[in-house]
């Protein structure tokens, strides 16, 4: 099977466009995040521009999801009250045709969570962003090129793998981003947090690939550029907040890594 | 309708005394807030040498509030724990006629929050801090000075605006408070933090229009003197933490933009 | 009564040793900790190199417990679910013999808070890490070296008791860390963090008194570090993690202080 690789330029380009499109139009995104990640994801967001919300209530979190571009549903913190959420929400979504991405963190770890998880991916979300163990828990098998498209073909959905090198797979295209520094696995939250600014680029991009892509591109060089003066994952998780509020195509396009 | 401008070193210097009273008396104020904001609340209250609770646990935090000096309730996390216990808490605080500070946030979002907001302005915060959206959402009205006057004095409360320029506002009085950076609004819960000082303000100052206009000026100065440093929202975060803890009656008396 | 001091060699070589493991081992280390805490507490684990995870779901928090090598067990949060979620993880724990630390937070503010602590403290807790207040309330006496020792033989504990000086008991063994830095009391959670670090160094080292010794030392040492650095408490929060993510055996064996 063959992969058509996505030209760097194109996609270094989206990344540019989706940037400059998130401090434009500053879009709402409904976050359904575990309790460990709200915060740094609330201000990954803004740092962006994005306005983010994160009601979990049942009487409001439809009409919240209702206002906004795009949903993220991570199922970081597994209770009976972000269930209950992430139900409503994805009906909200699904109703105006909002993209939702899932992030079904620890998977791996937990039965349950991996079940759930198969039944949100029926449920039709455009992306769903993982790492290698939560793949493979996933789909039962390893990440390999091949698995993640026909993964991403046969769930119609696009694919981001979070690893050393990022892969992003939607059925028909591929492409590999190299960004990121490694300090981004010692500051927790920090996959949510990218799955969250996916969410944030949908909402400006409809091509999920495209989408998925440019997120991770912001991620991993907002990263690096963090990653240059931290001194520890404490002043890199505040870099990164700064890096990603003087994000400009200049440094996305000087530092994207894609192929 | 005429209202007296309160004259800007009274202000100035009751925020100085304020500030100073916080060092001395270290108290204890009970937060009821929602899950984003927990953390950095927490640490703002700390910076000024106040002692923070955010119990929510029914079997106690009637007993958290009793042995409090004041109380923040914040609507951010509208969940069924946090209204009983607001419920709880407010009936400890009446009970001992502790100040309490209400912050509604996103009621301009939510129909269920605004209608919870509005029962709780009924039974008799001291403050409520808000912005314009929210303010119009509860009013039914823009926040002009004569609709912020009529609002406060109809409902027995002082009314702390956030905007560009705070307003303060009693049903007799009414401030300007031009402090702040706009790094501000690029840091998530920092209008929630700003509840929480101004709780703490009420618990060392019992004349609520003072407090108010104490805790705007401190955290506005805070602001101003973390943004001349900081790279970023990340940094900024960082920066008003280290401000608010060392900052000292000559910053605030330099710096204070009252009118 | 006599308590044979531990030698200050031993403990300080003990610290380095468990550093050095923790960076080789990544332990697995569950934490059921308060809303306030969580995130911190996860950096702090990270920094250190271990792998932390914080579920509270009934569904799932055994097998998660199950697989790894320590929990923590904090009180700071005190709702139904984690109240349930402790039960599970520590029947989880038990089962495997893993061992965990309870940190009951705010007991001294909370009765039915402190009717729980006992209730765990006679279900096997290799260490209880409190302060000066939370201990009087627990115990019904003040944290004499006396009672100290009375309180760990008795209940067939290690007692960590934080304060200026911080002192490691077992009934046997008495140790005090002189380590620390004045703003690590004003930084949320800090020591709810110390704990976890308590929890990371029982994975790594089965002798409890000598675990407990070493993560107040690495505490107290970061502390140090960071506060040569700190602004405030802001930068120092940031400094402590990165400081936690250098720490090295030479830094660790300069400035230890114990006696």
Redesign the interface.
């Known amino acids: 099977m063959q992969h058509p690789t996505t030209a760097r330029e194109d996609v270094t380009q989206a990344a540019c466009t989706a940037l400059a499109r998130l401090r434009e139009t500053a879009p709402r995104v409904h976050c359904i995040t575990?309790?460990?990640?709200?915060?740094?994801t609330?201000?990954v967001l803004?740092?962006l521009g994005c306005v983010?919300?994160?009601?979990?209530?049942a009487?409001?979190v439809g009409?919240?999801v209702a206002?906004t571009q795009a949903l993220l549903v991570n199922l970081?913190?597994?209770?009976a009250?972000r269930r209950q959420a992430t139900e409503l929400a994805i009906k909200a979504a699904s109703e105006r045709k909002l993209p939702w991405v899932l992030d079904p963190v620890?998977v791996d770890?937990?039965?349950?969570?991996a079940e759930f998880a198969r039944a949100l991916i029926a449920s039709g979300p455009s992306v769903v962003r993982l790492n290698r163990g939560e793949f493979a828990a996933i789909a039962g098998t390893n990440p390999s090129p091949d698995a993640l498209a026909a993964f991403a073909g046969d769930n119609k959905i696009v694919v981001g793998l979070s690893g050393e090198t990022d892969t992003v797979a939607d059925g028909q295209r591929i492409a590999c981003i190299a960004n990121g520094h490694k300090l981004m696995?010692?500051?927790?939250?920090m996959g949510c947090a990218v799955s969250a600014i996916t969410a944030a680029c949908l909402a400006v991009e409809r091509d999920g690939f495209v989408a998925t892509a440019a997120a991770l591109i912001m991620a991993g060089v907002g990263g690096e550029i963090a990653g240059d003066k931290?001194?520890?994952?404490?002043?890199f998780?505040?870099?990164?907040?700064?890096?990603?509020?003087?994000l400009d195509a200049a440094a996305v396009a000087a530092r994207a890594r894609v192929s």
Not at 230 to 235: D, E, I, T, Y
Not at 237 to 246: E, M, N, P
């Open positions: 575990n309790a460990v990640a709200q915060n740094f609330a201000n803004l740092a983010p919300s994160m009601t979990l209530s009487a409001e009409g919240f206002g970081g913190t597994f209770d009250e620890f770890r937990s039965q349950p969570r696995s010692r500051v927790t939250a931290a001194q520890g994952p404490g002043s998780a505040v870099g990164i907040l700064d890096a990603l509020y003087s």
